[in-house]
């Protein structure tokens, strides 16, 4: 389990290693199903082989909260994808 991260990319970067260290080649990616997308893209570009396990609950419950989530996502996985134009 990786317990470093603060964000996402960071997530993925230090779990990355977790599994260098360890000689593992596949992971199993949990997490709310609005930040699943975000999540995969980044496994991806990180060389992870993971598989997507969305939660069948999230702490968003109502649809406001949902929806505020939602538009976040949005801009951070465009905003992602802007940053790896240039990596």
């Given at each position: 389990?990786?317990?470093?991260?603060?964000?996402?990319?960071?997530?993925?970067?230090?779990?990355?290693?977790?599994?260098?260290?360890?000689?593992?080649?596949?992971?199993?990616?949990?997490?709310?199903?609005?930040?699943?997308?975000?999540?995969?893209?980044?496994?991806?570009?990180?060389?992870?082989?993971?598989?997507?396990?969305?939660?069948?609950?999230s702490r968003f419950k109502s649809r406001?909260?949902?929806?505020?989530?939602?538009?976040?996502?949005?801009?951070?996985?465009?905003?992602y994808r802007i940053y790896r134009v240039?990596?």
């Amino acid at each position: 389990i990786e317990e470093r991260s603060r964000i996402t990319l960071e997530n993925m970067k230090f779990a990355r290693e977790l599994m260098t260290e360890n000689h593992f080649h596949k992971a199993l990616v949990v997490s709310d199903p609005l930040h699943m997308k975000r999540a995969m893209s980044m496994a991806k570009d990180m060389h992870i082989s993971a598989y997507p396990s969305p939660t069948s609950s999230s702490r968003f419950k109502s649809r406001k909260a949902k929806f505020g989530f939602l538009i976040g996502e949005t801009v951070f996985y465009t905003v992602y994808r802007i940053y790896r134009v240039f990596q």
